[in-house]
Each structure stands twice: as C-alpha cells, then as structure tokens.
C-alpha cells in the first residue's frame, strides 16, 4: 500500500475570493498527491481524492458508502454531516445497494425529461417576470431579486407545491444554513403540501415508496436544489455579463467545472478497512472527492458526481442556468455589471460548501 501524503492546509475554511479564483486550495491539495489526508470540519481525519480515475473510484466504491452510521465515533454530526442516517430517515443521499436504486426508481418520474420539458417554459417566464421585478434602468442586485427566489420558484413547481410556499423555502433554506433547527420544521410543511396538496407529483412519489417518508424525499429535493443552485447562479450571471461573447451552455459548463456548488461532493464513510488509488483506508475513514482537482484530468464536467449517486437534478440545473443566462441577454442585451468584475466578492463558509457572490450589482437597461 502506498503512503498518503497530509494536505497540510485546511481546505474547508472560509475563504473571500475574486469570481475568477477558486473557492478553496484545491491547486494544493492536488500538488499533495493523488490520495491526500486532511483534518476533517468534524473532527478526525479524512482522505480527499483528487484525480478523475480516483472520483470514479470513489463514487463506484462497494466499501464507502454514504449513511452517516458509518461515520467515526468522534464525528460531531451538526458540523460533518447535514443528514440523519439511513436508519432515522431513509433518503437517496444515505443509502445505497437495492434500497438507493429503487429509492431512485421512485423519484425517476419527477426529473424525467418529459417532466423538465414540461417545466422549460415556465422557467424562462418566471426569470423574466423576476428580471422585470427586479427594476429595470436602475443598480439592482441580483442575488435576493433574481439568484435566490429563481431556482426555488422553479423547484416549487418541480415537486408541484403552490408558489405561495416562496418566502418559507427561502427562508428555511438560508436557516438551515445558519443551523436554525425550526427550519426543518418549515421546509417540512412545504413539502407536506407538495405530497398532500400539489399537482399530484409528490403525491405519486408517495405512492411508489417502500417505507421511506415521502415527505423527508421532497425536503431533500427541496434543500438540494436550492442549496447547489442558488449560488452557483450568481457566478454564472456573473460570468455571462462578463463574457458576452460565449454561449449560454458554455458559460455555464465553465462556471460549474470552477466553482462546483459541491465541490467536494458529499461524505462517504468506509464500511470495513479497504482501499482507494492502492492507499490504505482503515474503517470508518470519512472519504471526499475534491472535483475542482479532479476536474482537471477531464473534458466532462464532474460538478454533478457521478456513479449511483450522480445528481437526480443535473438535467434541470443545467436547463434553469442557461435560461437564466438567454433571457437576461435577450431582454436586457445592453445589461452590465455595475461594478468590475473583479471587484465582486465570493465567499465560502467554512465547511464543503460552495461559493456564493455576496451581491451582483446589474444596470438592467432594458433593450431598444
Ligand atoms: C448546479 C446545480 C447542482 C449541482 C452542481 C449538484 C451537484 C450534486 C452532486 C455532486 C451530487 C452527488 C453527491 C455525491 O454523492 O457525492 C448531487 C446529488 C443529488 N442532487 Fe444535485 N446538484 C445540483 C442541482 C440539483 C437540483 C436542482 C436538484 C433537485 C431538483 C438536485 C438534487 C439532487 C439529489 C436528490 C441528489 C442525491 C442523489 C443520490 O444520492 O442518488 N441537485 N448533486
């Protein structure tokens, strides 16, 4: 077995960062080595990878799997591990084997194509009614008026619940960020009237589940989506006033292979002692995979994951982003950044989150 160098930076602080500098140290946890030790936000150690032959491993690995049960003793779950284990709320994000695949049968009709293409006009005319909201000729920011309420407006109507439910998934999605705990209790509710109230979708998800709470499966899609997509549209619009000249599905392709929202995926615990690119991985040991470092070796965009676990909502992330991107430009084609470019700050909080742009100040001048 081959040794594993320590990273001797702590790749998960907090960190302000111009849009074009990358959110972390990922350039130095790649020149650490292939398999690198880093202490973990949750106390311990873990073991980031950092090649794309190394995420696939990883993602594909029979012996690391993602329910936090596995996790060490000495975890301290409220900074490590957002989720409960599969045991207390069984999710597609914690199991794996047969109970993942069929967990993911079930949700297969609500991101199926038919589904998303049903939604595409939708979504470029609630970004539109959200940029003409926004105030036209004036310096409008276009975090809390377009960034956040676009992506949870359009996953509103992804899981089918009334768009009245705007304001509480806002609010509970930047609580649980903070570790508000009642805003569990408000994303929950949202997501109750999908399944109980709705067009039906959630309703159905409900029908085709095995035991697992198909009120805990719509939070998820709820939490996820808004929690990787938000963010990362800041950056995007960002990029495309920027760059007026590269195409809307280019930009967003460049931004996700830079600033993945997730950027180093999501925790995998080992379930006996094994190993990962031939270094030892005892039992136990929490697993990452840095994609800005594995991203490198590949023309294909890592951001979404890959293997069983591979996003569920790639397809309609990467739909709402480039809408995003063609109606500002359409509506708005003389649309500029109020401030450089360089001048707007991104900021990270500690842990394996994303960036975000803490404003994105916009003249919108409206075209003609
Ligand atoms: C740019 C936006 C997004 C990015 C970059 C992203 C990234 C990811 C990544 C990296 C994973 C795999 C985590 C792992 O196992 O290591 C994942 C899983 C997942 N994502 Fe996304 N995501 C995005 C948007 C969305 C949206 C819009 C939704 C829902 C509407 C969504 C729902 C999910 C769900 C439910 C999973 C768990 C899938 C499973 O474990 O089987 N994501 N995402």
Redesign the pocket.
């Known amino acids: 077995m081959t040794a594993c160098p320590h990273a001797g930076i702590d790749p998960f602080a907090a960190r302000v960062h111009g849009p074009d500098e990358p959110g972390a140290p990922h350039a130095a946890l790649r020149a650490a080595g292939p398999v690198v030790e880093v202490a973990a936000p949750a106390g311990g150690h873990a073991l980031v990878v950092t090649r794309a032959d190394l995420a696939r491993e990883v993602?594909n690995h029979p012996d690391l799997v993602?329910d936090p049960a596995w996790a060490p003793a000495s975890w301290d779950r409220t900074t490590g591990v957002v989720e409960p284990t599969a045991a207390e709320a069984p999710?597609?994000?914690t199991?794996d084997g047969p109970a993942?695949l069929a967990?993911?049968r079930a949700?297969a009709p609500m991101?199926a194509p038919r589904r998303i293409r049903e939604l595409a006009a939708g979504i470029e005319a609630t970004v539109r009614e959200l940029l003409a909201g926004a105030g036209p000729g004036e310096v409008v920011d276009l975090v809390p008026t377009v960034t956040v309420p676009f992506?949870a407006t359009?996953?509103l109507d992804?899981v089918g619940a009334p768009r009245s439910c705007l304001a509480t998934i806002v609010e509970a999605c930047a609580g649980m960020q903070a570790g508000d705990p009642a805003a569990f209790g408000s994303f929950f509710a949202v997501a109750g009237a999908a399944v109980g109230e709705g067009d039906g979708i959630a309703a159905e998800l409900a029908g085709r589940l095995d035991g697992a709470d198909p009120v805990y499966q719509v939070f998820?899609?709820?939490f996820?989506?808004?929690?990787?997509?938000q963010p990362?549209l800041g950056l995007v619009l960002a990029r495309a006033l920027a760059a007026p000249g590269l195409a809307a599905d280019d930009v967003v392709e460049q931004v996700?292979r830079e600033h993945?929202?997730?950027p180093f995926?999501?925790?995998?615990f080992a379930v006996r002692d094994t190993s990962v690119g031939g270094v030892a991985v005892a039992a136990g040991t929490p697993v990452l995979?840095d994609?800005v470092s594995a991203q490198q070796d590949t023309e294909v965009t890592?951001?979404?994951?890959?293997?069983?676990?591979?996003?569920?909502?790639?397809h309609?992330?990467?739909l709402?982003?480039a809408a995003a991107v063609r109606v500002l430009r359409a509506e708005y084609p003389d649309a500029r950044l109020a401030v450089d470019h360089d001048a707007l700050v991104a900021r990270r909080r500690a842990g394996t989150d994303?960036s975000r742009l803490d404003e994105l100040p916009v003249v919108l001048v409206p075209a003609g």
Request: charged fraction near 10%.
């Open positions: 993602w993602k999710s597609l994000s199991l993942h967990l993911r949700h991101f992506p359009v996953l992804l998820s899609v709820l996820v989506g808004q929690l990787t997509t990362l996700l993945p929202p997730a995926g999501l925790w995998r995979v994609l890592l951001a979404f994951g890959g293997g069983p676990h591979v996003c569920i909502g790639a309609l992330a990467r709402e982003l994303g």
